[in-house]
T-cell receptor
Framework: DVKVTQSSRYLVKRTGEKVFLECVQD?????MFWYRQDPGLGLRLIYF???????EKGDIPEGYSVSREKKERFSLILESASTNQTSMYLC????????????????FGEGSRLTVL | AQSVSQHNHHVILSEAASLELGCNYS??????LFWYVQYPGQHLQLLLK??????LVKGIKGFEAEFIKSKFSFNLRKPSVQWSDTAEYFC???????????FGKGTMLLVSP
């Protein structure tokens, strides 16, 4: 089974703190993604990465950055946390995007619930 | 840009009732379509997917979805829901030319015993 592991299930941080969310996948997937999930807004893409050291902005990248130094690990960084970044953060991975049945399907981690006070 | 619209934010049903959750997408080209489910306290998991071929797709736990290209729709159905189907359901689309999945806002289904 594909396993996507997020390092922290629950975090509480203060405004202005730097926050690191870590994600590791064990299926040698090329693609990794960070979403945030908010009630009534669904999943919104923050950043994604096709390969090591590559990153692309998603729909809501402001206030976030990412790092992908190794293929299996994708980190989300909040340089200076704010209260409006209180949310559930979901990491996902997939094989190369394409149009075959084996590709495109996302595998999700269990999520990291971040509260910023 | 691709977008996904789910018709209902909340649905409440009694056990054994039939379910249909609406999903429409906006993209004129070839698409892959997905339904994901998130049970309380669990991670998102794939329910079913459509890539090509038979537009009626069967997934896990008795769910199915029908792709109607002319209506840009991919509605999820189940003939008889159970209390354990209580969850949030997300429709998603991936179109050629777009490298990521776009999700709908989700539908929370509550099944009362």
């Amino acid at each position: 089974d594909v396993k996507v592991t997020q390092s922290s299930r629950y975090l509480v941080k203060r405004t202005g703190e730097k926050v690191f969310l870590e994600c590791v996948q064990d299926m040698d997937h090329e693609n990794m993604f960070w979403y945030r999930q908010d009630p009534g807004l669904g999943l919104r893409l923050i950043y994604f990465s096709y390969d090591v050291k590559m990153k692309e902005k998603g729909d809501i990248p402001e206030g976030y950055s990412v790092s992908r130094e190794k293929k299996e690990r994708f980190s989300l960084i909040l340089e200076s946390a704010s209260t409006n970044q209180t949310s559930m953060y979901l990491c996902a991975s997939s094989f190369s995007t394409g149009m075959t049945p084996e590709e495109g399907e996302l595998f999700f981690g269990e999520g990291s619930r971040l509260t910023v006070l | 840009a691709q977008s996904v619209s789910q018709h209902n934010h909340h649905v409440i049903l009694s056990e054994a009732a039939s379910l249909e959750l609406g999903c429409n997408y906006s993209y004129g080209g070839t698409v892959n379509l997905f339904w994901y489910v998130q049970y309380p306290g669990q991670h998102l998991q794939l329910l079913l997917k459509y890539f090509s071929g038979d537009p009626l797709v069967k997934g896990i736990k008795g769910f199915e979805a029908e792709f109607i290209k002319s209506k840009f729709s991919f509605n999820l159905r189940k003939p008889s829901v159970q209390w354990s189907d209580t969850a949030e359901y997300f429709c998603a689309v991936n179109a050629i030319g777009y490298s990521t999945l776009t999700f709908g806002k989700g539908t929370m289904l509550l099944v009362s015993p």
